[in-house]
């Protein structure tokens, strides 16, 4: 059959299907239109699919080309393998269907599911997350870890290239992709290799923190505020303070149970004795929270979830030091004012350092190690782990109280 019949046939609009020959079938529809169809048998089952509407390149398909198409159809029926399957399997197996299998698993074996999916969210999905995950090179994930860390954010690179290699393992282990495309770079290659951090803050510096903080509160609200007066002084970790409910809390008794659900995967949950200095933060933050059911609720209408963001303590720190915010950037700010370095402050801290100094500041107000370190709900290492098991309620409730009382003075 030549082109001359082929587009005779394509005019008919009688939907029947008119054999061309080696299994390659045109079928005219009533909207004027013909689509190219390849019929075949895979495991004793009759069955089709349609190779593309009959016309010009590159919109249409020539009797050419789909007999080409048809060829390897055929040839693949051949093989042990169904073109229909394997074209559903190919179209849907983006690398973002790949990733929210990976995530899905995430949330059953971590304990914060959100960082990983945050990071996804933020920085992969956006670049290569429609990408056919057999498409994606080496260089595709390099030049993505490349503009995180071009941005200032090194670690977020690291943990991203980290993130790509596992989603790009999960394609290996679904028999979607044979080699692993980020398995060869390093964190040279991203953000570099990270140091452990020791920054913390000496009594002097949170006496200058505080008072940037509170002066500046059209940048750093009394919310946050608070918040950061209550990490310096319970130790707890920010994704504990942040999603924190009210019924976890009695104020009259002092008593804050975190719950074990709450804490970093292995921690144990924790009977904490509140300060007295705190006590007034906490019912001043009960006012705010509005009958919420959050200690810090969500300031923006949310459906994931009723408790602030993870970065809006972050990136209000961020601010006082001269980092612009999300918000601030869409905006046109580009370059803030160092407040912090202008009060003093030489050297920047993270939020996640207040517990750093915290525990430090536990050490020079000479509170014994093994106490501290129950502060911070941290295990006892070695044998004296094994055997102590005593939660050493009172000894801390005392030492919160006296870092609590020195702490005071500064708020």
Excluded at 78 to 84: A, E, F, I, Q, S
Excluded at 385 to 410: M, P, T
Aim: hydrophobic residues 35%; positive net charge; charged residues 30%.
């Amino acid at each position: 059959m030549n082109d001359a019949e082929v587009s005779s046939i394509a005019k008919a609009k009688d939907g029947k299907y008119y054999n061309i020959g080696e299994n390659l079938y045109l079928k005219p529809l009533k909207s004027g239109k013909a689509s190219w169809i390849f019929r075949y048998t895979y495991a004793k089952e009759r069955k089709e699919i349609v190779l593309g509407r009959y016309g010009k390149a590159p919109q249409g398909v020539s009797l050419k080309k789909a007999r080409e198409l048809a060829a390897d159809n055929a040839s693949k029926v051949r093989d042990g393998n169904d073109p229909k399957l394997e074209r559903k399997q190919t179209k849907k197996q983006t690398v973002d269907n790949v990733a929210q299998e990976w995530l899905k698993e995430r949330r059953r074996n971590i304990q914060n599911p959100e960082i990983p999916e945050r990071v996804y969210r933020r920085d992969i999905q956006p670049f290569i997350g429609a990408l056919a995950v057999d498409s994606v090179t080496t260089r595709d994930i390099y030049d993505l870890v490349q503009r995180i860390n071009d941005s200032g954010r090194p670690t977020v690179a690291n943990d991203a290239l980290d993130h790509c290699k596992h989603i790009f393992t999960q394609a290996i282990i679904l028999n979607l992709i044979k080699n692993n495309p980020a398995s060869i770079l390093k964190p040279k290659h991203a953000g570099g290799t990270e140091d452990s951090r020791t920054r913390n803050l000496q009594f002097s510096e949170i006496n200058i923190a505080l008072d940037v903080m509170r002066s500046n509160q059209n940048q750093f609200t009394r919310d946050n505020y608070i918040a950061v007066c209550l990490l310096l002084a319970l130790g707890v970790r920010k994704c504990e303070l942040i999603a924190a409910k009210w019924n976890e809390f009695d104020l009259e008794e002092k008593l804050w149970m975190l719950p074990e659900a709450r804490t970093k995967k292995n921690a144990p949950g924790l009977a904490i004795a509140l300060p007295d200095k705190v006590i007034p933060l906490l019912k001043e933050l009960k006012i705010r929270a509005c009958n919420s059911e959050y200690v810090f609720p969500a300031r923006r209408t949310s459906k994931r979830r009723g408790y602030i963001s993870d970065d809006t303590l972050n990136h209000a720190l961020g601010t006082l030091f001269g980092i612009p915010s999300s918000a601030q950037k869409k905006k046109g700010i580009l370059k803030l004012p160092n407040l912090m370095k202008e009060a003093g402050i030489e050297e920047a801290f993270t939020i996640h350092d207040l517990r750093r100094t915290c525990r430090s500041r536990l050490a020079q107000l000479k509170v014994p190690s093994n106490v501290a370190e129950k502060c911070i709900n941290h295990k006892i290492k070695g044998v004296e782990g094994v055997y102590d098991q005593w939660g050493y309620f009172d000894e801390r409730a005392e030492a919160l109280n006296k870092l609590a009382n020195r702490l005071a003075l500064y708020w």
